[in-house]
Each structure stands twice: as C-alpha cells, then as structure tokens.
C-alpha cells in the first residue's frame, strides 16, 4: 500500500477483523484440501499431496477473477447479483465458503461423482488427514493465508464492516492512526487467558471470557473467574447454604456455611437440649427393645 494513488493518499489502514480472518484462513485451507482429495479420487497415478501446489495457484486465481467480477458488478450497479452482493458485504465468511464450495465442484473427477466410490465418512476423514498433513508441511502456510484472507475480505468488504477504509499521506498518521484503530489486534486482559482479537470484539469476549473475574453469584465477598464460579458456589463459597451439624436431632436451620461458628456459639444450649432429647429417646427406645426381647425369651422358654 505503499504507492501514491491519484488523490494522494499513499497507505491504507486496511486492518481487519481478526475472527473472520481466522474462518476464512480455515476455510482456504479447507477447500484446498477438498478440491485437492475429490480431484484424484481413484486416480493410481496422482495423490492429493502431488497435486496440492497446482491446485492452490489454481484456487486463488479463481477467487480473485470471481472478487473482481463481483466489484465490477458492485461498480455498475448491477441488480442481477445483488443477493451475491449483499452477501459479501454482510457474511464475507459464507460467500467465500460458496465461492470454495463451487470450485471444489469444478475440480471433482469423474470418479468422485460415481455414487458409492467413496463413503461421505471416508472421504470426510481423507480431507481432515490431508488438511492436518498440509499444516505440518507448510503446504499454504498459515501468514500466506491470512494475507489471501486479507484481500480478499477488503476487497469484497463494501460496506467496510469488517475491515479499516482510513487512508493516510503520511506513515508517522497511519501508525497513530492504528494504534487506536477498532481491528487492531489486542489480547485478553484477565490472568491466565492468552486470547487475542480485534478491539471492536473486547466487550464480547469479556462477557464469554473464562477468565474473567466476577462477583460471586452466591454473592459472598470474594471474586470468581468465570469457569470456577460453578464449583465455587457448590463448595467453599461462604454463602452456600448448609443444614446444621445438629439438623438429624431436631435443628432443622439452614444458613450460610461461613456462618457455622457463630451459629453453633449461639445456639450451644439448643443444641446440647437436642442432643439430650434424641439420647433420652434412644434410651427409651433401648429399654423398650430390652423388654420386648425379655418377653420372646420367656414365651420361647421350656414350659414346666
């Protein structure tokens, strides 16, 4: 972007949404796997792996004849595409899933139409092999897809949604400019999350963060990250409610278990009287057993 265009701006900001970076790099390499594997299904004299460098230079001369019909058309206002058009502008991430998915159908061989050939379950596990196989092998590495992704999304990108349109004369502008812009690039703030995304999206991973610490729900003093408050509230939470050590003997209060010690100082006495109550009836209870044994044995006893 370093060249001086016709009204003399020379650098655009051009920075884009990082999510919809990161779908549409998965996407690429998706469809390359794809069109890769359906192209040379049956085929014994060429693998998926051979043909994968053709098929990528291949897949993204189509994109980019495809992104430029499409401006052209945005340009003429030309009402034919104008669903294709809004598509783009609105879910670039499901038009550019449409646009693989087509050339993915123009690749298919012969033999990857014949029903039955190969299961869906087993072609769907060849694409997944092969995309892991082409990340360790640095087939279309990782910045060269985001930088396609990249093109393709402000190229597309109309209505300037998901990606910067400001334009600067001078560098020292568009540096200031970028470190305050909406899609640079930030990480998460609570401890232990190492997240990173636009700025435009700090408030929507801040309320989905597992990391981010809340005020209980129980409402006890303590603050909670996210993805412990469950457990917390279910065990040591002072405010979870308990029975009393003393209910199965007659106290039947229930009261928050950080309030255990003051409710045991302050009812010692009710509760020595439960504990007194519940001997006195085991007791009874006892000696009521004691008798009704005395009077088996003396009904089973020898008669004289």
Not at 51 to 57: E, F, Q, S, Y
Not at 75 to 89: F, I, N, P, R, T
Not at 192 to 221: N, R, T, W, Y
């Amino acid at each position: 972007m370093s060249t001086v265009e016709e009204d003399g701006y020379s650098s655009r900001c051009d920075l884009c949404d990082t999510e919809v970076i990161h779908s549409m790099t998965e996407l690429l390499l998706q469809g390359l796997a794809t069109a890769s594997v359906d192209s040379t299904t049956g085929d014994i004299f060429k693998s998926a792996s051979s043909v994968a460098v053709a098929v990528k230079a291949e897949l993204e001369n189509y994109m980019l004849v495809r992104t430029e019909a499409l401006v052209r058309e945005s340009v003429g206002g030309d009402e034919d595409h104008s669903e294709q058009l809004m598509k783009a502008s609105t879910r670039p991430t499901e038009f550019l899933s449409d646009l693989i998915d087509d050339f993915v159908a123009s690749k298919k061989n012969v033999l990857s139409h014949v029903s039955g050939f190969l299961s869906s379950e087993s072609r769907l596990n060849k694409i997944k092999d092969f995309m892991q196989k082409m990340e360790t092998e640095n087939v279309w590495a990782l910045d060269a897809r985001k930088a396609t992704a990249e093109t393709i999304l402000v190229s597309i990108d109309m209505k300037c949604i998901f990606h910067c349109p400001e334009r600067f004369v001078e560098q020292d502008k568009l540096a200031d400019h970028r470190s305050q812009c909406k899609f640079r690039v930030v990480d998460c703030k609570n401890d232990g999350c190492s997240a990173s995304f636009s700025a435009i999206h700090i408030k929507d991973h801040d309320s989905i963060c597992p990391f981010k610490a809340l005020p209980c729900d129980q409402l006890c003093e303590q603050h909670v990250m996210r993805c412990e408050m469950d457990r917390h509230c279910a065990t040591v939470c002072p405010m979870k409610l308990i029975n009393c050590p003393f209910y199965h003997v007659g106290c039947e209060t229930a009261f928050p278990q950080g309030n255990l010690d003051n409710h045991c100082s302050k009812l010692l006495q009710t509760h020595m009287l439960y504990v007194l109550q519940a001997t006195t009836r085991q007791n009874a209870t006892v000696n009521d057993m004691n008798q009704r044994l005395q009077l088996l044995e003396k009904m089973s006893g020898p008669s004289l």
